[in-house]
């Protein structure tokens, strides 16, 4: 199993990234995926999941409305649109499926 996130970085409050997961050694569609994530000095906080077709999504209470998970099965990648980023959504930032993680991709929201 091996899941590789990109598309983190530095942005403003108020602004947008997509983080990415491209996934690979299992079969993906067939699994529920998450995206969790750990702030300095803090421990790991469940941010969101979806379900393996991709027709049931859940989120954070932190990150609801401001935050959409999605599958491309075809592509084996999960994907995390976050919008409206706070300071507070400053962390590593995981792809995880069961028992498997991804290396993390640090997201930094800073003026």
């Known amino acids: 199993v091996q899941l590789v996130e990109s598309g983190g970085g530095l942005v403003q409050p108020g602004g947008s990234l997509r983080l990415s997961c491209a996934a690979s050694?299992?079969?993906?569609?067939?699994?529920?995926m998450s995206w969790v994530r750990q702030a300095p000095g803090k421990g790991p906080e469940w941010v969101s999941g979806?379900?393996?077709?991709?027709?049931?999504?859940y989120y954070a209470d932190s990150v609801k409305g401001r935050f959409t998970i999605s599958r491309d099965n075809a592509k084996n990648t999960l994907y995390l649109q976050m919008n409206s980023l706070k300071p507070e959504d400053t962390a590593l930032y995981y792809c995880?499926?069961?028992?498997?993680w991804g290396q993390g991709i640090q997201v930094t929201v800073s003026s």
């Open positions: 995880n499926m069961g028992g498997s």
């Open positions: 979806v379900n393996r077709d991709g027709g049931s999504t």
């Open positions: 050694g299992f079969t993906f569609g067939s699994y529920d």
